[in-house]
């Protein structure tokens, strides 16, 4: 057995003797061959039939939506180019930098829902969800909002109870030490 005989049989050829199944293990035909050639006679597996009908093969119509199995619109993509492919080009606002402020400086629960909603936004866009990725981007909206109002009150309350509370000490200190 030689492997650096080559000849012209491409990658692999045995010395005519060598018995078994064809003639050796990795042979290839006398014509030149290499890799994947398929006998002269037909009848390989990657042969198409001549009648058309193979999973590969495209009509010739094509065009559009409907026309074959793996054909793009001649578009180039989706639903009309763009970020994502989506219909405005552009994905919503994901609202996160106000979401992270009101959860830091606000509410935190209600801002915590806010961030989570911001982080669906590029998700749902990314995977083709238009219009969840639009409800996403509204729901992060009304949650940092949401968080925003409730903190206000809080921060509100708590300033009202401060002030309270000092004028109650300093009523209570001055009327101790009035003797």
Excluded: H
Excluded at 82 to 104: E, F, K, M, R, S
Excluded at 121 to 141: L, P, R, S, T
């Amino acid at each position: 057995m030689s492997y650096g005989n080559q000849g012209d049989g491409g990658y692999g050829q045995q010395p005519p003797s060598g018995g078994g199944y064809g003639g050796g293990y990795g042979q290839q035909p006398p014509s030149g061959g290499g890799y994947g050639q398929q006998p002269p006679s037909g009848g390989g597996y990657g042969q198409q039939p001549p009648s058309g009908g193979g999973y590969g093969q495209q009509p010739p119509s094509g065009g559009g939506y409907g026309g074959g199995y793996g054909q793009q619109p001649p578009s180039g993509g989706g639903y009309g180019g763009g970020y994502g492919g989506g219909p405005g080009g552009n994905p919503p606002d994901n609202q996160l930098v106000p979401a992270i402020l009101t959860t830091l400086f606000c509410c935190l629960p209600l801002g915590i829902v806010a961030i989570v909603k911001s982080s669906q936004v590029n998700q749902k866009w990314q995977i083709g969800d238009f219009a969840g990725a639009q409800q996403a981007a509204e729901e992060a909206k009304t949650w940092w909002k949401r968080s925003l109002i409730i903190g206000a009150i809080g921060i509100g309350l708590l300033i009202i109870a401060y002030v309270l509370f000092f004028v109650i000490l300093a009523a209570s200190v001055s009327t101790t030490y009035s003797y």
